[in-house]
């Protein structure tokens, strides 16, 4: 099938890459010149295990290209819309300017018996508003909501092997238009007997923001527990283990530590709450307002961490930060944690460097007042305190002896309660973590 790809950030480039992996002839359309540029010389413009791969075997099959023009979508039977819904600034809302954009532009080359797919994170009620905008001005397209739960480090195995499928329908006889495309775009998976949910348009917005909320809960739980186990000495990560042996709780994002960020959960709790309260049931989304709260104390609380660790003071404190990006196998930093506790230190007098093994370009970019290492061998020189703040795989595995050698003190903060306690400790570290007593 011929398919277009609206949008060419972390969600379209590796769906437009993924679909063209399925077999279908994909081009994968973006305003940003520079980014089309570098997907097309098969150069990923961020950093996702697998991604590089696929774009160059896709690339090579011929069955994927990528482009400025929105013409060039012109001739495909299905369109899908990646674009982004960043938070507005200064508001909790979703900005739609983009999704809007996407729509509007794709009118032009649209044809009757094309539908148009919306996979962009949005407040409930705006696919009824835009498929009244398709259907209004080409007679016989039709839309529908196709929500995706990809997770940034899995985004290709989450695209090709999703753990479900979710089609928001128009109601009739054009949502069996509709679904039959969709199957058609999705053949092999739906045949491997993935499940799949139909609906209508809010349900299946829903969902998404629905599913972003609950995850966003239960790490603000087992955080809002960490708060508790500090204040009675217990210990959150033998907590979780204990009550995540329970298979109605489960021990997945039960990982206590310093929270959400990354450019979906926290802006899609906001935008949630706000899309509540513009629909008149504000009441039932508060609780957001808390898991937002608890979420965002674990901030300040590693930096009194820090202070404490530091005997009571920052000032002119060396401090080295492991892990710049929202989460390890990312280079994405937006509303990063680890970049949030980086500066709140510098400004309380510490002298911080920051390293990540992808993300200290970007980082540099947008937080240009920090100071960057290329290895957490360089950014630990001489330093009173570590903290790690995101937990790739590198850090796991530092050997605390060989570590201790660069700095002056040997003093561990975990804010990913990712470390192994006992072998820190062994090798004459003092180990701290959020919701574990100190020893
Ligand atoms: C999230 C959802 O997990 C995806 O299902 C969804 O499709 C995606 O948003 C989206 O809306 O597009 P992602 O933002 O890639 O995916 O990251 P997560 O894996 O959900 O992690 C979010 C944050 O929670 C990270 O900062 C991570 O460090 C933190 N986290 C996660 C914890 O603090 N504890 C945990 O136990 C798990």
Not at 69 to 80: E, I, K, L, Q
Request: with cysteine; hydrophobic share 45%.
């Amino acid at each position: 099938m011929k398919i277009s790809v609206i949008g060419c950030g972390y969600l379209g480039a590796v769906h437009a890459a993924s679909m063209a992996e399925l077999g279908h002839e994909v081009v994968g359309v973006d305003v940003d010149a520079a980014k089309v540029e570098s997907l097309q010389r098969g150069a990923p413009p961020f950093h996702e295990p697998g991604f590089g791969e696929l774009l160059g075997r896709t690339l090579a099959s011929g069955r994927l290209t990528f482009s400025t023009d929105f013409a060039d979508a012109a001739g495909s039977r299905v369109h899908f819309v990646c674009v982004g819904t960043p938070q507005k600034r200064g508001e909790y809302a979703a900005d739609l300017r983009y999704v809007e954009a996407a729509t509007e532009a794709l009118l032009p080359v649209l044809a009757s018996g094309d539908l148009v797919v919306g996979k962009s994170t949005v407040p409930v009620g705006t696919a009824a508003r835009l498929a009244e905008m398709v259907e209004g001005k080409v007679p016989g397209a039709l839309l529908a909501w196709n929500p995706e739960f990809l997770r940034e480090g899995f985004a290709v195995q989450d695209t090709l092997h999703p753990d479900r499928l979710v089609y928001g329908l128009p109601a009739g006889a054009d949502g069996d238009t509709a679904r039959a495309l969709l199957d058609e775009v999705y053949a092999q998976i739906v045949e491997r007997g993935t499940p799949k949910v139909e609906s209508d348009y809010a349900t299946a917005e829903m969902v998404k923001t629905a599913a972003n909320s609950f995850l966003a809960t239960k790490i603000s739980f087992i955080n809002a527990m960490a708060e508790l186990c500090e204040a009675t000495g217990a210990d959150v990560k033998l907590l979780a283990d204990a009550i995540g042996y329970d298979d109605r709780i489960g021990r997945k994002f039960l990982n206590a530590g310093l929270g959400f960020g990354g450019g979906c959960l926290p802006k899609d709790i906001r935008a949630f709450m706000a899309r509540a309260g513009e629909l008149g049931a504000d009441q039932a989304l508060t609780f957001l307002k808390e898991v937002d709260n608890i979420n965002m104390r674990r901030r300040i609380r590693m930096v009194e961490l820090a202070r404490e660790v530091c005997d009571g003071s920052l000032l002119g404190k060396r401090v080295a930060v492991l892990g710049a990006a929202f989460k390890p196998d990312s280079d994405d930093i937006r509303d990063s944690p680890a970049l949030n506790v980086a500066a709140q230190l510098q400004l309380q007098g510490a002298v911080v460097r920051v390293t990540d093994p992808a993300a200290v370009e970007n980082s540099r970019r947008q937080w240009p007042h920090l100071d960057y290492a290329d290895s957490p061998e360089e950014a630990a020189e001489q330093a009173d305190a570590v903290l790690v703040l995101t937990e790739w795989r590198q850090y796991r595995e530092l050997d605390p002896q060989e570590f201790g050698k660069v700095v002056r003190s040997r003093r561990m903060l975990d804010g990913r309660n990712a470390l192994d306690r006992d072998l820190w400790e062994a090798a004459g570290w003092t180990y701290r973590a959020l919701g574990r007593r100190a020893t």
